[in-house]
């Protein structure tokens, strides 16, 4: 899987440098570009987006963003054809753009929700650029989107087998419905007061993320976006790339989570699109004085990624394999868990880690060694007790004997919580990690503890 990750962001970095080179084909109307120079610039640009510290960390977790970022920037390559095709007067290969593009935004929303943002510059696109039919267009590219959005109705399918995790419990219409339409994450969008909202702009690293000179030529592109917006194919593409590096912006800084910087992914692929006409401004204004001089930028992208690329290698340095990933981590802790433990987590990391030994078995990665499956150990992440989802997949899962015990929901979080761990502990051990122990013992009665390992035991009462 960290493999199907690694190859889906490098295929992701690769298409979009090609996207570049084909953008900057439409763009440069004097064709002062040779093809070898538009190349150049779309691998220099290319290369910043593969060493931002977002891609390259996607690249190496078993993580839904490798994948999202390549199905996104084949929908912004299909975009660009479909310009390129238009602008030329192809017809036929427009029109196939047209289906290619339903197509891959339907697997796009049926993969990431975040994805369907993507709409919004397609839409827009094939609203501007005239065309003799548009509703035919229209037409066509709505009907195209549907096959995508069919995967679906795997869903229901699959919950009705209650697996372990079964996210959102999908098995009636209504609870496919909440889950298709991310009904758990509405609190989340746009959760953040104003003061909190800015403090994170402010706050994220940008210049190690694009570096000084990829956000200076970034500029240079805005500008230029800016003041040919009445020529074609500015006119076409450029509000559908502004508003989506809008809405990008302003969704991701503003979403209630901890981990919201991996939310700017989406602007990687449209900001490389900008960069590269300021690559190719700043090119051809240089070869004007003197021919070499266009390579300049080139050359300054080139050797800066290369100290990027260093840095990037030694934050990813996994030479204690054993001590650093997840396989080390779940190998260790499954090796002291009863068979039968209770195991609440509070971070995506612990929990899928576990979940994923206690149902699949894991490997020592240090030795050949290797844990069965521990079907009797229950891992759950801490919000999911009080989600209703939850709640109904257990009862389907385990009945209403005493695996795993419930209760109702009590006033607060923290006497649920607290209701939930009593309920089980005369049954079975119950292990808990650092932040789920220290939201117990923020009420005034302490649960007694002892460490295991990265988790922690709950002793029970005498």
């Not at 990750?5 to 084909?25: K, M």
């Not at 987006?49 to 999202?68: H, K």
């Not at 959102?168 to 609190?187: K, M, W």
């Amino acid at each position: 899987m960290v493999l199907f990750s690694v190859v889906s962001a490098a295929l992701a970095v690769g298409i979009t440098s090609v996207t570049c080179s084909n953008f900057l084909t439409i763009v440069d109307s004097g064709r002062r570009l040779t093809g070898f120079s538009r190349g150049l610039i779309a691998v220099a640009v290319s290369m910043i987006l593969m060493l931002n510290p977002i891609t390259w960390s996607q690249a190496v977790v078993v993580e839904v963003y490798s994948l999202a970022l390549l199905l996104q920037a084949i929908t912004w390559y299909l975009l660009v054809k479909y310009l390129r095709f238009s602008v030329t007067g192809n017809s036929r290969h427009s029109m196939r753009c047209v289906v290619l593009l339903g197509l891959t935004l339907g697997i796009v929303g049926a993969h990431h929700v975040s994805g369907l943002a993507l709409f919004l510059p397609v839409l827009l696109v094939l609203f501007l650029v005239r065309n003799k039919n548009l509703v035919r267009t229209m037409l066509i590219f709505i009907l195209s989107v549907i096959p995508g959005f069919l995967l679906y109705l795997y869903l229901p399918l699959r919950s009705a087998q209650n697996p372990p995790l079964d996210w959102g419990n999908p098995e009636t219409f209504g609870a496919l419905a909440r889950h298709v339409s991310a009904a758990q994450y509405v609190d989340r969008a746009f959760g953040v007061t104003a003061a909190e909202f800015f403090a994170r702009l402010g706050a994220f690293d940008w210049n190690q993320y694009f570096g000084v000179l990829g956000l200076l030529l970034f500029l240079a592109g805005l500008i230029i976006f800016v003041f040919k917006w009445r020529t074609a194919p500015f006119k076409a593409v450029g509000p559908g790339i502004m508003l989506f590096l809008v809405w990008a912006v302003v969704f991701a800084a503003g979403y209630s989570v901890s981990d919201y910087e991996i939310f700017f992914y989406p602007l990687f692929i449209p900001v490389a699109l900008v960069m590269s006409v300021g690559v190719a401004w700043l090119y051809t204004s240089l070869i004007r004085i003197r021919p070499l001089l266009g390579q300049l930028p080139i050359v300054l992208i080139i050797v800066l990624s290369a100290f990027a690329l260093n840095t990037r290698w030694v934050d990813m340095d996994l030479s204690e394999a054993g001590v650093t990933t997840a396989p080390g981590f779940a190998y260790r802790q499954m090796s002291v868990l009863p068979d039968d433990a209770l195991v609440i987590t509070g971070t995506d990391g612990y929990t899928f880690a576990l979940l994923y030994a206690s149902v699949c078995g894991i490997k020592n990665p240090l030795e050949e060694e290797k844990l069965d499956a521990a079907p009797g150990v229950d891992v759950v992440a801490l919000d999911w007790l009080f989600s209703g989802w939850f709640r109904e997949n257990v009862e389907a899962r385990y009945g209403s004997g005493d695996r795993l015990l419930l209760g109702e929901l009590q006033s607060d979080r923290v006497t649920s919580l607290r209701h939930i761990i009593t309920l089980n502990i005369g049954n079975r051990p119950v292990y808990v990690d650092r932040g789920v122990l220290d939201l117990l013992n923020s009420a005034e009665t302490l649960f007694e503890s002892e460490p295991v390992l990265n988790l922690y035991r709950i002793i029970p009462s005498e």
